[in-house]
Nanobody, 122 residues
Framework: QVQLVESGGGLVQAGGSLRLSCAAS????????MAWFRQAPGAEREFVAA????????YGADSVKGRFTISRDNAKNAVYLQMNSLKPDDTAIYYC???????????????WGQGTQVTVSS
């Protein structure tokens, strides 16, 4: 069993930055594929970024490429999402996800955190 706890969300002005963290508990973090998704009010959950257990990274919508960076620290059992140049459209609940086999934008990860709210004001 894997437990995920996100932190780092909050209210920020457009153009600002936030760094989200996801702490994982359970065995063998280094063998997990990790990802971030987000869900805006009234919208479907959207893939943001993923970091595979083998070191691969991929990003979702073109709107986040160049502004968001996913990273992980296996020694700390954590994955991060650095978000720069934030826009009001980035407002959403951000979720951390993990799976031993699922990777990338597939919305089938076995483990999910409770989410952290990010609000970007104009």
């Amino acid at each position: 069993q894997v437990q995920l706890v996100e932190s780092g969300g909050g209210l920020v002005q457009a153009g600002g930055s936030l760094r989200l963290s996801c702490a994982a508990s359970g065995r063998a973090f280094s063998t997990l594929n990790m990802a971030w998704f987000r869900q805006a009010p009234g919208a479907e959950r959207e893939f943001v970024a993923a970091f595979s257990r083998s070191g691969g990274r991929t990003y979702g919508a073109d709107s986040v490429k160049g502004r968001f960076t996913i990273s992980r620290d296996n020694a700390k059992n954590a994955v991060y999402l650095q978000m720069n140049s934030l826009k009001p459209d980035d407002t959403a609940i951000y979720y951390c996800a993990a799976d031993y086999t699922v990777w990338g934008r597939r919305n089938e990860y076995a483990y999910w955190g409770q989410g952290t709210q990010v609000t970007v004001s104009s």
